[in-house]
């Protein structure tokens, strides 16, 4: 009787030992498979809300997602995309009007960054003296941006473009080569146009 005790004393032993370091390696594989949180989801829904300090929060867990993983995924400050959203909203947000140029609109400004011939961060750009009117209105900073106006402002930051990255002018009167123009029934006509070549 013993024996048989000792036996089964050690069998449930072994048995617990078992499906404690199953449970523990169960654990680390869900914790693995567990999808992230849907940060840009976060981020989109703070712009539609101008909650800038939830977008920010979820920006930063984003980013430090993106390096302790190595995802390789395109780093998004909220703040850029709170203001190109703006800007789209501000230039181009009109319901009426199309994705289309909503990106174009937005990517003007994202050319200009880029350029050597403008400043080199989107908040100089959208706000260079002379540029774009609608930003030195005094009610820019309070537009809360259309959810269509952040959906392109997003999809610019990920990397998604329609222009060629010369095209750093829009509006009712050609300048340089026209690369697209749009034609509406309230604005006219709006170009997109490249640099004028310097003669």
């Known amino acids: 009787m013993k ?5 089964l ?5 072994t048995a617990f030992f078992l499906i404690s370091c199953a449970l523990v390696i169960s654990s680390f594989t869900y ?19 101008g909650d800038i300090d939830t977008g920010r929060a979820a920006a930063q867990e984003r980013s430090a997602y993106i390096d302790q993983h190595q995802t390789g995924e395109v780093k998004i400050s909220f703040d850029d995309l ?6 789209i909203y501000a230039e181009a947000g009109s319901d009426w009007l199309s994705d289309e140029m ?6 003007v400004a994202l050319n200009r960054v880029k350029s050597p011939d403008y400043p080199s961060s989107l908040k100089r750009v959208i706000f260079q003296r002379g540029e774009f009117d609608c930003c030195h209105d005094l009610h820019f900073n309070e537009i809360v941006p259309s959810r269509d106006c952040v959906s392109a ?14 095209v750093i002018y829009f509006g009712p009167e050609p300048r340089g080569e026209v ?4 034609v509406d029934k309230v604005l006219g006509y709006t170009y997109f146009c490249s640099a004028p070549e310097e003669t």
């Open 31 to 49: 914790a693995e498979d567990t999808p992230a949180p849907d940060y840009l989801a976060m981020m989109t829904e703070a712009a539609r809300q």
């Open 9 to 13: 004393f050690k069998n449930l032993i």
């Open 153 to 166: 402002a997003l999809r610019l930051l990920m990397g998604e473009r329609m222009l060629e990255a010369n």
């Open 82 to 87: 709170y203001l190109l959203a703006q800007f």
């Open 102 to 107: 909503r990106l174009c609109v937005g990517e």
């Open 179 to 182: 690369y697209n123009t749009f």
């Open 3 to 7: 024996k048989f005790l000792k036996r």
